[in-house]
Antibody
């Protein structure tokens, strides 16, 4: 059964780049879209963007200037880079499958932006 | 691209039915049948409950149902149970390959 697992630093300094990876296990990435979603503490969900297994991407317009999502199908991984972070980027970051409804989620990883 | 509007909280007693609304615009909920609903218990990842407005994932209880009228989607939970107490989020395709979430609703089972 397919599982997703987020990994990456739990603490990032302001103005630096937040980098996370989602590893897909138990199945292939082919023919699926792969999405990043975040949730600030005590707040709601925010869609960040997605990547198709072939590499095409779409981003939330509010984050587009700072976000890059990439995929490495040979490693069964996709990644999130968020540049120039501030405290407002502190959140639990989730990876999920499919672009418009998410039937499979990772457990999430907390990222704190602080000096 | 504005967040969809949900009530901050709803409550009901065990066995009752409740409905959570999710209001968008004619550019998202009103135009596309791509509304989904998620249940989130504290400290856990969201769980898909409804997709494409009315469809339930395989194995999900039929106590959960979805509907849409105009720019508003709704999630109805019948036969309320203690384990239904959670936060619920709606989401909708919003055109131009983008997605928008609602602000979330806290369901309390009295």
């Amino acid at each position: 059964q397919v599982q997703l697992q987020e990994s990456g630093p739990g603490l990032v300094k302001p103005s630096e780049t937040l980098s996370l990876t989602c590893t897909v296990s138990g199945g292939s990435m082919s023919s699926y879209y792969w999405t990043w979603i975040r949730q600030p503490p005590g707040r709601g969900l925010e869609w960040i963007g997605y990547i198709y297994y072939s590499g095409s991407t779409t981003y939330n317009p509010a984050l587009k200037s700072r976000v890059t999502i990439s995929v490495d199908t040979s490693k069964n991984q996709f990644s999130l880079n968020l540049r120039s972070v501030t405290a407002a980027d502190t959140a639990v970051y989730y990876c999920a499958r499919d672009p418009w409804h998410f039937d499979l989620w990772g457990r999430g990883t907390m990222v704190t932006v602080s000096s | 691209q504005s967040a969809l509007t949900q009530p901050a909280s709803v409550s009901g007693s065990p066995g009752q039915s409740i409905t959570i609304s999710c209001t968008g615009t004619s550019s998202d909920i009103g135009f596309y049948d791509l509304v989904s609903w998620y249940q989130q218990h504290p400290g856990t990842a969201p769980k898909l409950m409804i997709y494409q407005v009315t469809k339930r994932p395989s194995g999900l209880s039929n106590r959960f149902s979805g509907s849409k009228s105009g720019n508003t989607a709704s999630l109805t939970i019948s036969g309320l149970q203690a384990e239904d107490e959670a936060d619920y989020y709606c989401a909708s395709y919003a055109g131009s390959s983008t997605l928008v979430f609602g602000g979330g609703t806290k369901l309390t089972v009295l």
